[in-house]
């Protein structure tokens, strides 16, 4: 872990997305607790409507006097539910078919493969869209759909390594010595390819925050009054232009956890996969 | 020379097939020979050394042997019974006394277990439960390669090329084998390591009653460590014999190419000699009759009739070249001389 983290740290880009990434979980953990007006999460008081930023209110209030602030702050540990939930169940499909399709060879594996390919070739969030909008409306089927659409990536990249590390000459030793295949696949090839996945998942939990608050925009994700940043952003639309505190502090929030993931993927994949490592 | 040994592995005009494809919706790939009639026999304690160019098909042979590659053909016997012809997992279960040392030693370890986990690996496969008795064995064998056994937390890429060579000797020696096929063991080492390698190669034979399969083409490593050689040229084995019969009066035209092309630092002028002409042909398409014929500096087109046996040119040497007969007294108007081909130390004439 100590080269990672050394590496890491020469990697500007790197850790500012590192530390986005800790501020958001230590808002997503602490919250209610750091919150100014924790009670917000639910509560509306009409005589303060859309008040501009202020002392009191340092992003303003939303249409039901709600400090935007503390929705903002609150509204950290749904989306990173959200994300984390629809990455693990992701991966909890995408990597066991990868490393099946991978290993073996034959119709099994090119059917899984198959099924892959087309999936990856609808775009993402409209495949997400269908699927959300079959089911009812809830933030349960929302992260079914994404978790439905985001495991080809998982199975694609497992995919890849496994065949590249089956066919290397550390695996044709373990066939030599007597090992069965589960214990080649799950104790060798497993923790092999699993730094690409690790990087993948980073990014993939910024790419879901960013789909599920479309989703919630949409109204086919989280349901009012929970302190959803895509719903904040879709409530604001009526107030926009003159409200223009209340979309843009959900939309900063949006945008700068994504960022940070999307910065920590790629410092993660640049010490994983020096190649790939970009000019800059 | 123990030559009334029984053999311990036996191989009978075995063939192996490699690739092929007859695949759906793709253009069918015909199979590629990789070893062709092959017959050997590895006596109990000798170490056989198995030469050739790269492609020659003497890994695939190894692995065939080994249980890796399956048979396409002929038969293999280990200790006396029949281990060829069965379903791939009965094929390596049968010849677990049998093993392979992999050219990259280093390739072959998990780059991500300690070299005492990976050790102990084999062991656990081999069900020995308890893991005090595990580290003990793992400890007392690198010992026994000559590493220290507190090595046994490092990882691979903390370990030399030639430390490489001994851990992987230890997690391979550690699963009590009779037969090892050592790939090429002394390949990518300078000259000195090569050399330990070697002393610990013929004293761990001593130690554990081993019996070598050297598949190499380093023809000084050869004839500084083999009993015997068999010399393989396209999937077939064209000359074999006792080292030393074989380096002093090579027979087949290939044997002494490959002898006069060895590098060597007495008789530094040698190196002018026989240049062999072209690559091999490919193994796809090798050509009827005497597959060495288009770069043969003696051939005749009648060589092209037929496959040329191998035939005894002396008490255990054995050479397949339908000019063997004439061949010695033919080189001479070729500027090689039979004795000007032995490896090390052979002193030129003129």
């Known amino acids: ?280 | 020379m123990i030559a009334t040994a029984p053999p311990i592995v036996s191989v009978r005009d075995l063939s192996v097939l490699l690739g092929g494809r007859r695949g759906f919706l793709r253009k069918p790939v015909p199979p590629v020979a990789a070893v062709k009639e092959v017959s050997l026999d590895l006596r109990e304690g000798e170490i056989l050394a198995l030469v050739g160019e790269s492609g020659c098909g003497k890994t695939t042979l190894g692995r065939t042997i080994l249980g890796l590659q399956r048979e396409s053909a002929g038969e293999i016997q280990f200790d006396g019974a029949a281990v060829s012809g069965l379903r791939p997992d009965a094929a390596r279960a049968a010849r677990r006394d049998i093993q392979y040392v992999h050219q990259d030693a280093g390739a072959a370890l998990d780059p991500w277990w300690s070299i005492g986990r990976t050790l102990a690996e084999g062991l656990v496969i081999r069900g020995v439960r308890n893991a005090a008795e595990r580290r003990d064995r793992v400890a007392e064998m690198l010992a026994a390669v000559g590493l220290d056994p507190a090595s046994a937390r490092r990882y691979p890429h903390e370990f030399s090329g030639g430390q490489l060579r001994r851990v992987a000797l230890a997690r391979i020696l550690l699963l009590r084998p009779r037969v090892l096929i050592l790939d090429e063991p002394t390949s990518g080492l300078d000259m000195s390591v090569q050399a330990t390698v070697l002393n610990l190669l013929l004293e761990l034979r001593e130690r554990f009653g081993l019996t070598y399969l050297f598949i190499s083409h380093d023809l000084s490593v050869v004839a500084r460590l083999s009993d015997r050689v068999a010399i393989m040229y396209l999937g077939r084995i064209v000359e074999t014999g006792a080292t030393k019969a074989l380096f002093d009066r090579p027979a087949h035209p290939y044997t002494r190419i490959l002898m006069a092309a060895a590098p060597r630092l007495a008789g530094r002028q040698a190196a002018e000699a026989l240049p062999v002409r072209g690559d091999p042909p490919s193994p796809t398409a090798a050509p009827p009759g005497c597959a060495f014929l288009d770069r043969c500096p003696i051939g005749e087109p009648g060589c092209a009739r037929r496959v040329p046996q191998l035939i005894a040119v002396g008490s255990e040497h054995r050479v397949a070249c339908h000019l063997a007969s004439r061949a010695a007294n033919d080189w001479a108007s070729y500027g090689v001389f039979a004795g000007q081909t032995a490896p090390v130390g052979a002193a030129r004439h003129g």
């Open chain 1, 1 to 280: 872990m100590k080269p990672i983290l050394a590496r890491l740290s020469r990697d500007l880009p790197a850790m500012l997305g590192l530390g986005v990434v800790v501020v958001v979980l230590l808002l997503a953990i602490f919250g209610p607790w750091i919150a100014p007006h924790p009670e917000d999460a639910s509560a509306s008081h009409l005589l303060r409507r859309l008040k501009p930023p202020s002392a009191d209110f340092p992003f303003g209030t939303d249409n039901l006097g709600r400090d935007i602030l503390s929705r903002v702050i609150l509204g950290a540990r749904g989306a990173l539910q959200i994300a984390l939930t629809v990455v693990v169940v992701a991966m909890l499909i995408g990597v066991p078919l990868g490393l099946v399709a991978g290993y073996r060879s034959g119709w099994l594996s090119e059917t899984i493969m198959r099924v892959t390919d087309v999936v990856l070739a609808i775009p993402q969030l409209v495949l997400a869209l269908a699927l959300a909008q079959l089911l009812t409306p809830s933030l349960e089927s929302a992260m079914l759909a994404l978790s439905l659409t985001y495991w080809p990536f998982f199975t694609r990249i497992v995919y890849a390594e496994t065949r590249r590390l089956s066919a290397s000459l550390f695996v044709d030793a373990l066939r030599g010595v007597g090992a069965a295949s589960p214990r080649i696949v799950f104790l060798h090839i497993l923790p092999n390819a699993l730094s690409p996945v690790i990087v993948r998942a980073t990014i993939g939990l910024g790419f879901t925050i960013l789909v599920a608050a479309v989703l919630g925009f949409l109204g086919m994700g989280a349901t009012p009054p929970a302190p959803d940043w895509g719903l904040a952003i879709a409530d604001s639309r009526t107030y926009l232009p003159r409200a223009w505190w209340y979309a843009t502090f959900p939309g900063l929030a949006i945008l700068i956890t994504v960022m940070g993931f999307n910065l920590l993927g790629d410092g993660l994949r640049d010490i994983v996969d020096p190649r790939l490592r970009r000019s800059r």
